[in-house]
């Protein structure tokens, strides 16, 4: 089967502006958003719900038999399916309850396990950043590249925080060893925005444990954008890294080994 990247990049661009529209539509309604609460600090809202029905409709117009995995809806099953959306119709759902404009629609195609094509799309930026598999990675259409910045001392650092922490002291020993190390660092609520503004050189560097809808399109953005993408510990061997969201780690690549011996030394 010959599969026609350009034009699931033209769906997948297409779904993401029209579920970034929706949102936009419930931001300026929202007071009268009923949000509910999936979990501490974890809100999930109408929009949330309405944008992955949305997206879920239009690209399984592609294939229906294809995987679809929505942060709202279908949960990742463990399974390695031929065919796989990843999708997150809101990332940053907090930014967005909170009427904080870093939220972005995130739409992945994997192909046996391994990202093909991403779109992260920012309805209130109007930015979209979008990438193929070797073709290279746009912002607008535009070619963008991550940072050349060599200095870790220079180095603007993002991560972010998990709904339920159960490890405060690892968190506040690596952003203790970042900032003794680093110029500053950044927490702007988006893991998927976070890491396209290191594929665009905003940032020079990005580390978190996120799910996989909140970096599968992202982190395609950022490798076909020049960055370094990978892990803080080595993963198991039958672990997908491209899937695996534990202890990620992003930036530009001079940066890459001294920014993974700097956090690694903070523990486990």
């Not at 974890?42 to 997206?55: H, K, M, N, T, Y």
């Not at 679809?68 to 796989?84: I, N």
């Not at 672990?239 to 969201?245: D, R, T, V, Y």
């Amino acid at each position: 089967m010959s599969i026609d990247y350009d034009s699931i990049l033209e769906t997948m661009i297409a779904a993401a502006r029209e579920a970034g529209t929706l949102t936009q539509a419930h931001f300026k309604r929202f007071r009268e958003l009923e949000i509910g609460v999936k979990g501490p600090g974890d809100f999930v809202s109408d929009a949330d719900r309405e944008s992955e029905q949305l997206i879920r409709k239009r690209l399984l117009a592609i294939d229906p038999t294809w995987s679809l995995t929505g942060e709202e809806f279908a949960p990742v099953d463990g399974s390695d399916p031929e065919h796989r959306w990843l999708v997150d119709p809101i990332d940053g759902t907090v930014n967005f309850a909170h009427n904080h404009p870093q939220v972005a629609v995130s739409i992945a195609y994997y192909h046996n396990g391994k990202a093909r094509v991403g779109v992260v799309h920012n309805p209130f930026l109007n930015e979209t950043f979008h990438a193929q598999a070797g073709k290279g990675a746009r912002l607008n259409d535009v070619p963008i590249h991550c940072s050349d910045k060599t200095d870790l001392g220079r180095s603007i650092i993002a991560t972010g925080f998990p709904y339920e922490i159960d490890n405060l002291a690892l968190l506040m020993r690596r952003l203790e060893h970042v900032l003794a190390h680093c110029a500053d660092i950044r927490r702007l609520g988006s893991a998927a925005l976070d890491i396209c503004w290191v594929a665009c050189g905003r940032l020079d560097g990005y580390y978190e444990s996120v799910k996989p809808w909140d970096f599968a399109a992202a982190q395609l953005i950022a490798r076909e954008a020049g960055a370094c993408f990978g892990h803080i510990q080595a993963l198991n061997e039958e672990m997908n890294p491209q899937l695996c969201g534990d202890n990620i780690l992003i930036s530009a690549p001079s940066l890459f080994k001294p920014l993974q011996a700097l956090l690694a030394d903070a523990g486990d």
